[in-house]
């Protein structure tokens, strides 16, 4: 990413997920080095909380917005036009199954790249954003720190829950020179208690070539690994699968285009992805055979939207969180 000649197939792609899931009893988690005892209040974000220098900085994710999408029924979904995060991209979103600290049973945790003091590629941080109340309020968004991260730079969350309540986040390392002739793309998890202080577990999956925008979910009694590998018009989601969650061996390419985010319902996997003009979705009983690919969100001809980030929320309803970004006229 550190050519100019990459950065817009890397920003492009720099998207994931959520699961709502049950783990095997066996997995655990790397305490954080720190907890952190009372997470802000919710509050509506302003643009006043989302400066960033208007000139050249407003490359990349800086240059995205994330907006809310939401559905009664999955099928039926209307995207908000204002965004309920400015200069940030690349979300993903869990519902809590078990609290953490003072965030209750049924919260949605959303975490993303902050792009709000970004002006060059290095500059990018995750933050965190939650909603007690199912989407209908947000929290100001907080920082995100990484312990054990070492040279690497965190991007494209995926956030999961563990059976001990301890959060899983994903990430992908943004440090890595792509442009190289050997460029490898890697991918990492970090553990945290308290969903804000996430300490690095290690390197999960290295793909030779560039693979970007992990999402990770357990499904069938195996794990999942989901990530985009570019394409010249759309990228392509790549699939491996494994029982533990690291990655070894050859990927599966499905026929679902764009950046992957994915869901549980009724024992069946969906994924969604993104397409010319909105975001599609299919979906697979046993990771063989997929239903055809359909659009669900439309929107206009100069408007990008990706990275579909969505969960079933306590009451039944649906929510996404989803990057947009302004295209050039055809």
């Known amino acids: 990413m550190k050519k100019i000649a ?34 802000p209040q919710p509050t509506t974000p302003t643009a006043a909380d989302n400066k960033v220098l208007p000139n050249e900085a407003l490359l990349g994710p800086a240059a995205h917005n994330i907006h809310l999408a939401t559905s009664d029924n999955g099928v039926t979904w209307t995207l908000e036009g204002r965004p309920l995060i400015e200069h940030a991209s690349v979300p993903d979103l869990t519902v809590l199954t078990q609290p953490v600290n003072d965030l209750p049973i049924g919260t949605l945790v959303g975490y993303f790249v902050d792009a709000k003091s970004f002006h060059q590629a290095g500059d990018e941080r995750i933050g965190m954003i939650y909603s007690t109340n199912n989407g209908a309020t947000w929290s100001q968004v907080v920082d995100v720190e990484f312990t054990g991260a070492g040279n690497t730079t965190p991007v494209d969350p995926s956030i999961i829950q563990l059976n001990d309540g301890s959060l899983r986040l994903y990430y992908f390392d943004f440090s890595n020179d ?37 999402d990770i979910i357990y499904f069938n009694n195996k794990w999942h690994l989901f990530f985009a590998e570019p394409k010249e018009l759309m990228p392509s989601i790549q699939m491996i699968t494994s029982d533990s969650d690291h990655f070894f061996g050859e990927t599966t390419t499905i026929p679902v285009s764009g950046i992957p985010g994915t869901l549980i319902l009724e024992n069946e996997l969906q994924i969604y992805g993104c397409g010319d003009g909105g975001i599609v979705i299919s979906s697979t009983k046993d990771t063989v055979t997929w239903a055809q690919q359909e659009r669900i969100i439309s929107v206009p001809e100069n408007t990008a939207v990706c990275d579909p980030a969505p969960v079933q929320t306590s009451d039944g309803r649906y929510v996404a969180l989803i990057k947009e970004q302004s295209v050039m006229p055809r």
């Open 6 to 39: 990459l950065l817009s197939i890397i920003f492009f792609l720099a998207g994931t997920s959520c699961q709502n899931t049950t783990l095997p009893p066996n997995q655990t988690a790397v305490q954080a080095d720190a907890i952190l005892a009372s997470p």
């Open 178 to 214: 792509l442009s190289s002739i050997d460029k490898k793309s890697t991918f990492y998890s970090a553990t945290s208690t308290d969903g804000l202080k996430f300490t690095v577990d290690g390197p999960i999956y290295e793909h030779n070539g560039i693979a970007t925008d992990p």
